[in-house]
């Protein structure tokens, strides 16, 4: 299985950016994803939790992104998207979906390749 992230770009604060996560392969292992989340690593930072949505599109959110981020997901695309709103310089960060699947050892862990989001000031 494949996570294949796109839409980041350059913005200015207050701009808006949406960024899909498409996964693709193994529909056994697809349908297994119950959870979809979106990490955030800045430079010299560690990665972060952003958002995450489970099957039935119940959300949360990292405190410093409530209210302007909204995660969802379209089960019938296996699609995950983050609306990004009044994005700010500290939203800067290379953005990574993330899908674990429980296992009896565990989990397995699958992560897209990133996709890059650079807010101007």
């Known amino acids: 299985v494949q996570l294949q992230a796109s839409g980041g770009g350059l913005v200015q604060a207050g701009g808006s950016l949406r960024l899909s996560c498409a996964a693709s392969g193994s529909i056994s292992i697809i349908r297994a994803m119950d959870w979809y989340h979106w990490y955030r690593q800045a430079p010299g930072q560690q990665r972060e939790m952003v958002a995450a949505?489970?099957?039935?599109?119940?959300?949360h959110y990292a405190d410093s992104v409530k209210g302007r981020f909204t995660i969802s997901r379209d089960n019938t695309k296996n699609t995950v998207y983050l609306q990004m709103d009044s994005l700010k310089p500290e939203d800067t960060a290379v953005y990574y979906c993330?899908?674990?699947?429980?296992?009896?050892?565990?989990?397995?862990?699958?992560w897209g390749q990133g996709t890059l989001v650079t807010v101007s000031s």
């Open positions: 993330y899908a674990p699947i429980a296992t009896a050892a565990g989990s397995d862990n699958y």
């Open positions: 949505v489970i099957r039935d599109g119940s959300s």
